[in-house]
């Protein structure tokens, strides 16, 4: 097969994407609102708390908000990962994944696509709530908007394909909500999107432990450190590898003849 095949297949299945993101102003209206409440009200409440946290990139202090927007964007990041996997589900029943994957192109590679394709949509949402963010003095240099691009696509890439390996498991489209709580809730308030680890062991040493262990830890650890022009090699790497393992599962999930789906029949 030509690799014009390749390109006009990823094309297609980002189009669609964007299209459908376009058509849903709603959802990008609450992509922004959601973390901009926490940002002005959460931020307000516990400013007093906190106080003032240390962002590793520099060993320096800084406010609470500012701390706290890396795991905003964490936040905007899994939340349209858990949408794109429902919207898998709903395609799937109304037949028009069925479509997608029956194409003359390699199952996994379409997949793929999808992945890379809400990924790529994600950003458009984070760097709209970035811009927002800096009217409440949240300004990181310059360079860190250029280098959070790519580590915000990787961690879109693993939330994506954890999305992906649920939209496989889900049967029903009404069961998702369920299942939705029941990892986005725990996998963001026991990470470091809220708080320093350091505070995290301070108060439990057994929940430092579970947000150590937690991926998205380290995909908004990679975010922070890139939002203020820096590298965490640990974070890139466990991030990278979570998001191959996820990938790798998913595309099998989704294969009728080896994964879950024949299981299911």
């Known amino acids: 097969m030509r690799m014009s095949a390749y390109i006009n297949g990823f094309r297609g299945v980002l189009l669609r994407e964007l299209l459908r993101f376009i058509h849903q102003r709603s959802r990008l209206l609450a992509s922004l609102v959601r973390?901009?409440?926490?940002?002005?009200?959460?931020?307000?409440?516990?400013?007093?708390?906190?106080?003032?946290?240390?962002?590793?990139?520099?060993?320096?202090?800084i406010t609470y908000e500012v701390y706290i927007v890396p795991g905003l964007v964490g936040i905007i990041v899994l939340f349209n990962a858990m949408q794109s996997s429902l919207s898998m589900v709903y395609d799937r029943e109304m037949g028009s994944m069925r479509v997608?994957?029956?194409?003359?192109?390699?199952?996994?590679?379409?997949?793929?696509?999808?992945?890379?394709?809400?990924?790529?949509?994600?950003?458009?949402?984070?760097?709209?709530?970035?811009?927002?963010?800096?009217?409440?003095?949240?300004?990181?240099?310059?360079?860190g908007y250029l280098w959070v691009l790519p580590a915000t696509l990787l961690g879109a890439l693993m939330l994506g394909a954890l999305g992906l390996l649920l939209?496989?498991?889900?049967?029903?489209?009404e069961n998702f909500a369920g299942v939705m709580n029941f990892v986005v809730f725990p996998?963001?308030?026991?990470?470091?999107?809220?708080?320093?680890l350091w505070k995290m062991r301070e108060a439990n040493e057994l929940i430092y432990y579970i947000c150590a262990a937690n991926p998205f830890t380290h995909a908004v650890e990679l975010i922070r450190f890139a939002l203020y022009a820096q590298f965490n090699a640990q974070?890139?790497?466990?991030?990278?590898?979570?998001?191959?393992?996820?990938?790798?599962?998913?595309?099998?999930s989704y294969d009728p003849g080896r994964g879950l789906l024949q299981r299911k029949r």
């Not at 973390?35 to 202090?61: D, S």
């Not at 199952?107 to 994600?122: D, E, F, N, P, V």
């Not at 939209?167 to 489209?173: A, G, H, T, V």
């Open 235 to 252: 974070a890139f790497w466990i991030t990278t590898i979570t998001a191959l393992i996820l990938t790798g599962t998913a595309i099998i």
């Open 187 to 196: 996998m963001f308030f026991l990470s470091s999107a809220l708080y320093p």
């Open 35 to 61: 973390p901009l409440l926490w940002l002005v009200v959460f931020a307000a409440g516990f400013r007093a708390a906190l106080g003032i946290a240390i962002i590793p990139p520099y060993e320096t202090y």
């Open 167 to 173: 939209s496989s498991l889900i049967r029903q489209l």
């Open 100 to 143: 997608l994957l029956t194409s003359p192109l390699p199952r996994a590679y379409l997949l793929i696509c999808k992945l890379l394709s809400g990924a790529l949509t994600s950003l458009f949402q984070v760097f709209g709530f970035l811009l927002i963010a800096r009217l409440f003095n949240v300004n990181p240099p310059l360079f």
